[in-house]
């Protein structure tokens, strides 16, 4: 298992919330060093040592994380990074999809 912070369409609520809704939610947290750009369809997120991200973090197993790269574009779009958020006044490592600038 791990643990998976998403900001925009995994999110409750929004489109593809589905390919996560049997994972076990953990709680709001923010990410730090981060900041959320508008890239029409979906949401990116870039490093920015002043800015915080607002979202979301799951427990996922493997198969539901395969599913989410494949969703996210993982590698050409978006690539899987180590970060640390707070939830709960705690910091945790999770992972994040971090949109990829050429």
């Given at each position: 298992?791990?643990?998976?912070?998403?900001?925009?369409?995994?999110?409750?609520?929004?489109?593809?919330?589905?390919?996560?809704?049997?994972?076990?939610?953990?709680?709001?947290?923010?990410l730090?060093?981060?900041?959320?750009?508008?890239?029409?369809?979906?949401?990116?997120?870039?490093?920015?040592?002043?800015?915080?991200?607002?979202?979301e973090?799951?427990?996922?197993?493997?198969?539901?994380?395969?599913?989410?790269?494949?969703?996210?574009?993982?590698?050409?779009?978006?690539?899987?990074?180590?970060a640390?958020?707070?939830?709960?006044?705690?910091?945790?490592?999770?992972?994040?999809?971090?949109?990829?600038?050429?």
């Amino acid at each position: 298992m791990e643990r998976l912070f998403v900001y925009g369409t995994l999110m409750k609520g929004q489109r593809a919330y589905d390919l996560l809704e049997n994972s076990k939610y953990l709680g709001r947290a923010c990410l730090k060093r981060y900041k959320k750009l508008d890239l029409v369809y979906y949401p990116g997120i870039v490093k920015d040592k002043n800015s915080i991200v607002k979202g979301e973090v799951y427990e996922v197993d493997e198969n539901i994380k395969e599913r989410l790269d494949i969703y996210e574009g993982e590698g050409y779009l978006f690539k899987c990074v180590d970060a640390k958020i707070e939830l709960d006044s705690k910091t945790m490592n999770v992972k994040v999809y971090e949109y990829i600038v050429e």
